[in-house]
């Protein structure tokens, strides 16, 4: 009795069936899952394929807007934005594949002083893999003498190396060269005889509902969020009577909304997180600077706003160079300096987004 | 007959770890579509091809309605422009890697005939470039690349039997091979 009781009762017995149908199981599990990465990749094992991996790295850089895809950081500490780039992907938008972004070249290539991607950071966020691979990334704009390389790269071996050519295309900022001669009466207003000074703006109205406007291509965009835009201001009394000046003076900027309302952004620094402003390639303060003689020095004031300085994009935006003009007598009448200049797709008033032809070479190994 | 504790258990545990080890295998590999590397270097001229006839597709400038380059050179029937800026786009290079010049191309235009020969497909030779002696031994594959071009009116010079009036896409294929 006791004897058939043990047989029967089977509680925590394996058959030998069952040890040998789940070794077997196991054994083809593992084949597979050893299998499975050289399926998908080719990358991740030990089958290396260069030629894969450089084909890739072209793909992120060339065709893809990197991850964030606005690159805005000339402004403020730029080092601390590092931290936040998962992707560097120098297209202008992921419209556009071949399109690069100068901004983004010239932070790629470092070829901004205050911001330098290391050959780790090169490895983490556009080559990939665990592989700590050696690289030699080149750019060659069209008519530029310059070779760019990506930072922390070495000599193309002779040896077997990964190679990929593509051809791109590299969106240079617009901006608008405001020579005063070449708007002959535009810009100027009359003035009473008897009123022998007066303090005026001449505006550069920036009409974001025409500028960001998506019916635009990407590659010919003006984006004053992410790209800079270049304002130059020469031969200022041109066009006004400088007999008649005794003195003309340029007072600083300000930037105002469309239809009055109060400035916008701080102004106190010649180089703050929104624009750099220059005299002479001098900096110059924004406000409450020494007033710089205008009519008879003839100054070059450049501003370059490296970011709208407000989230309000939809709103119309002015920039205002301040003049104050003295006249010598009132025995004429006067003219002085005002107008309003767009900022706009209009070639005549901005030299548009150029494309230089460009050739990126991308060697891994 | 009791159960619990035997095989149910370990077929669970294993179902489990298949599932994980799938899952985790495909969300954790690179999405960038690769070529196999049997033909890598096929890829790295098509891909070259594509670029350039892209590249020559896009207009320096934004304008009303401004044509590409490509899209001028076909109106002209310019095969001497199209063999000298592909040829450019095909040998620009940054001197970082020993360039050798070796690709040849051979260029030819379809376009649809509405008008007459009700829906016939037209094409004719737009353009190669200077064949080498060795050029015509080679044993080299060639590769094709295509690009759908917009032309605002038919070439110049063109009569009804070779194009219709007015704007249309044409398809431009080139070969390409290296000799």
Redesign the interface.
């Known amino acids: 009795m006791d004897a058939i009781r043990r047989i029967?009762d089977?509680?925590?017995i394996l058959s030998i069936d069952?040890l040998a149908g789940?070794t077997i199981?196991i054994l083809s599990?593992i084949m597979v899952?050893s299998l499975?990465?050289g399926v998908?990749?080719?990358?991740?094992s030990d089958n290396i394929?260069y030629?894969?991996v450089a084909?890739?790295t072209s793909?992120?850089l060339v065709e893809d807007p990197g991850a964030p895809d606005s690159w805005n950081y000339e402004w403020d500490y730029p080092m601390i934005h590092k931290a936040d780039m998962q992707r560097l992907g120098l297209a202008v938008d992921k419209e556009t594949?071949?399109?690069l972004s100068r901004g983004k070249v010239n932070f790629f290539f470092n070829l901004s002083p205050d911001f330098i991607f290391s050959a780790e950071e090169y490895r983490d966020k556009v080559i990939?893999g665990d592989i700590p691979y050696l690289y030699?990334i080149?750019?060659?704009v069209?008519g530029e003498s310059k070779?760019y390389?990506a930072g922390g790269g070495t000599e193309?071996p002779d040896y077997q190396y990964g190679?990929?050519?593509?051809?791109?295309?590299v969106k240079e900022p617009s901006s608008a060269e405001i020579n005063f001669t070449n708007y002959p009466g535009q810009y100027t207003l009359p003035l009473d005889r008897n009123v022998t000074s007066i303090t005026s703006d001449f505006s550069v109205l920036f009409p974001y509902d025409v500028l960001i406007n998506k019916s635009?291509?990407p590659?010919?965009r003006i984006d004053p969020q992410s790209e800079r835009v270049t304002i130059n201001l020469s031969n200022i009394c041109s066009d006004l009577n400088k007999s008649d000046l005794e003195s003309m003076n340029f007072a600083g900027i300000a930037f105002r909304r469309e239809g009055g309302g109060s400035e916008i952004g701080s102004l106190v620094p010649w180089k703050n997180e929104t624009y750099s402003l220059m005299v002479n390639e001098m900096p110059y303060p924004g406000s409450g600077g020494e007033e710089v003689l205008v009519n008879s020095t003839n100054p070059l004031i450049t501003l370059i706003l490296y970011k709208v300085p407000t989230d309000e994009v939809h709103f119309p935006m002015f920039v205002n160079f301040s003049f104050s003009h003295v006249f010598k007598n009132n025995f004429t009448d006067h003219t002085y300096l005002s107008g309003i200049h767009r900022y706009d797709?209009n070639t005549s008033n901005v030299t548009?987004?150029?494309?230089k032809?460009a050739?990126?070479?991308v060697?891994i190994w | 007959m009791n159960d619990e504790g035997q095989l149910y258990t370990i077929e669970g545990i294993t179902a489990g770890v298949i599932m994980l080890v799938t899952a985790f295998t495909i969300f954790n590999s690179g999405l960038v579509y690769t070529p196999g590397d049997a033909h890598i270097s096929d890829m790295q001229i098509q891909q070259l091809g594509y670029d350039a006839l892209a590249m020559m597709d896009t207009p320096a400038e934004l304008g009303p309605v401004k044509e590409s380059p490509l899209a001028e050179m076909i109106k002209a029937k310019n095969d001497a422009g199209f063999k000298s800026e592909f040829n450019r786009y095909l040998t620009l290079h940054t001197g970082t890697t020993e360039f050798v010049d070796s690709l040849e191309f051979n260029a030819t235009v379809f376009n649809r005939l509405k008008n007459s020969g009700a829906g016939t497909v037209h094409s004719y030779h737009f353009s190669n470039s200077t064949m080498s002696e060795v050029s015509m031994l080679t044993r080299e594959p060639a590769i094709s690349v295509t690009r759908y071009v917009w032309l605002s009116d038919r070439p110049g010079g063109s009569v009804d039997s070779e194009y219709d009036n007015g704007g249309q896409l044409v398809l431009l294929e080139v070969l390409i091979w290296r000799r």
């Open positions: 029967k089977e509680d925590a069952f789940f199981f599990l899952i499975v990465p998908l990749a080719g990358i991740q394929d030629d894969a084909y890739r793909v992120i594949p071949n399109i990939f030699n080149s750019l060659k069209d070779t390389y193309v190679y990929m050519r593509r051809l791109v295309k635009v291509n590659a010919y797709y548009q987004p150029e494309l032809d050739v990126m070479e060697a």
